[in-house]
């Protein structure tokens, strides 16, 4: 399980290297926009908080469980390294607030699929789907301001 969350850190922070690039600074981005250091913290948390509380769902789950909660898991780490690619490396920024969506929604789904298996588990996928809600507003508003 670490090992696909690690992956998809890597491959979104790949992507990301963008983030300071004079694309990226030339958007015009709404006030509530975090500073760009608080990025890298908070997804080094959430990914650790992933990967934990992954393992700790599929301890509980019953084979077939465990069989749909790891396509559940693949599917949103697909969407959350994809965002990274959409949005810095392809400038899409339309398309990606799509993408932050379909993320902010699976992430979402994942909390509560795994609540059916341990609730500490949910709990602590809670701020990856908050956060996941909050990120596709600040798409949504980066898109209409530099539309």
């Given at each position: 399980?670490?090992?696909a ?6 491959a979104?922070?790949?992507a ?16 509530f ?15 650790a ?7 700790s ?9 465990a069989?749909r ?8 780490l697909?969407l959350?390294a994809?965002?990274?690619w959409?949005?810095?490396r392809?400038?899409?920024v339309?398309?990606?607030?799509g993408?932050a969506?379909a993320?902010a ?11 059916r298996?341990?609730?500490p ?6 701020p ?8 596709t507003?600040l ?5 209409r301001?530099?539309?």
């Amino acid at each position: 399980m670490s090992s696909a969350v690690a992956a998809t850190a890597l491959a979104g922070s790949l992507a990301s290297k963008d983030a300071s690039s004079g694309w990226y600074r030339a958007l015009d981005k709404p006030a509530f926009q975090p500073p760009a250091a608080a990025f890298p913290i908070v997804w080094t948390g959430l990914y650790a908080t992933i990967a934990a509380a992954a393992t700790s769902a599929l301890e509980r789950a019953e084979p077939e469980d465990a069989r749909r909660y790891r396509r559940a898991l693949a599917a949103n780490l697909v969407l959350n390294a994809s965002w990274s690619w959409v949005f810095f490396r392809a400038h899409r920024v339309g398309p990606a607030v799509g993408v932050a969506a379909a993320l902010a929604a699976s992430s979402a789904e994942l909390a509560s699929r795994s609540g059916r298996l341990s609730r500490p588990a949910a709990w602590a996928l809670a701020p990856y789907a908050a956060w996941c809600g909050f990120a596709t507003v600040l798409n949504a508003a980066i898109w209409r301001r530099n539309a």
